[in-house]
């Protein structure tokens, strides 16, 4: 089964930008549609980010709508998310996700259907 490893976390200050990326072990990550999540300490694992299997649609949750964005390089097996305008309250845990769905389904679907996650890579913005 495709396994998914984030990479790219750290620590950033506030108004600045941080890229982070979610690479699969195998090429079936093609035919995933994949999605960010993240969770803070002590709150709820929410949606960030979502992105079909081809690009073509993107889903983004509205606390971060204009300031982030989802990509996907199918060739290299990765998906990036690229944050910018961090403010503190984006800091969490950062999760890759994907399944063979919709990228709405990633979107509004429930968390624990999706057939393979990642083991998060933490993001702090310091204020």
């Known amino acids: 089964q495709v396994q998914l490893v984030e990479s790219g976390g750290g620590l950033v200050q506030a108004g600045g930008s941080l890229s982070v990326s979610c690479a699969a072990s195998e090429r079936t990550f093609s035919n995933y549609a994949m999605g960010w999540f993240r969770q803070a300490p002590g709150k709820e694992r929410e949606f960030v980010a979502a992105?079909?299997?081809?690009?073509?649609?993107?889903y983004y949750a509205d606390s971060v709508k204009g300031r982030f964005t989802i990509s996907r390089d199918n060739a290299k097996n990765t998906v990036s998310l690229q944050m910018n305008s961090l403010k503190p309250e984006d800091t969490a845990v950062y999760y890759c996700a994907g399944d063979r769905t919709t990228a709405r389904r990633m979107a509004v679907g429930s968390q624990s259907a999706f057939r393979a996650w990642g083991q998060g890579t933490q993001v702090t913005v310091s204020s």
């Open positions: 992105i079909s299997w081809n690009g073509d649609s993107t």
